[in-house]
């Protein structure tokens, strides 16, 4: 099944947000295949953010991220890639809709609180980048009462 990277971003976590967003996956019914908390070195943060690297918010962004830790997760399901993504909302905080992380809990698109993954393509970068390791391998007993 599909795999998505996601990232609570420090203000995520010195907030205390961490056990609401995972809720929110979690409910949805999408599996958590991975998770660490980590500090991120700005080497790291660079090479994760590398394809906005010529953005005037690029060196904010490599602030931001490494400013405190950040919590790093793998969730699998059924297109949890752009699920994902519209779980969390516009990247923009005033156009993310209510009900979205982001539309229900940031206000600034540089205190936006979560990454996900934009494609299945940048999803399988960022796991490898992430998780060198991979992802954890377990099943859901009640998967046939998500999946059909
Ligand atoms: N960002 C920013 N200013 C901008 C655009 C983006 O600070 O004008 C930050 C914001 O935190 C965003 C991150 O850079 O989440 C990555 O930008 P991207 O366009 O990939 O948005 P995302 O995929 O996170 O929605
Ligand atoms: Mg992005």
Excluded: C
């Excluded at 540089?110 to 970068?125: C, L, P, Q, T, Y």
Aim: charged share 25%; proline share 4%; hydrophobic share 40%.
């Amino acid at each position: 099944m599909e795999q998505t990277f996601i990232m609570i971003k420090p203000d995520g976590v010195q907030r205390g947000l961490v056990g609401e967003i995972i809720s929110r996956f979690e409910k949805k019914g999408f599996y958590l295949k991975g998770m660490k908390l980590v500090n991120v070195d700005r080497t790291f943060a660079e090479r994760h953010y590398a394809d906005l690297s010529a953005k005037p918010f690029f060196d904010g962004l490599v602030e931001y991220i490494i400013s405190g830790p950040v919590v790093a997760m793998i969730w699998e399901g059924k297109n949890v890639v752009l699920t994902g993504r519209k779980i969390i909302g516009a990247t923009n905080p005033s156009e993310s809709a209510p009900g979205t992380i982001r539309g229900d809990f940031a206000v600034e698109i540089g205190r936006n609180i979560i990454h996900g993954s934009d494609s299945v393509e940048s999803a399988r970068k960022e796991i490898a980048l992430w998780f060198p390791d991979g992802a954890e391998n377990w099943g859901s007993s009640i998967q046939s009462w998500i999946y059909e």
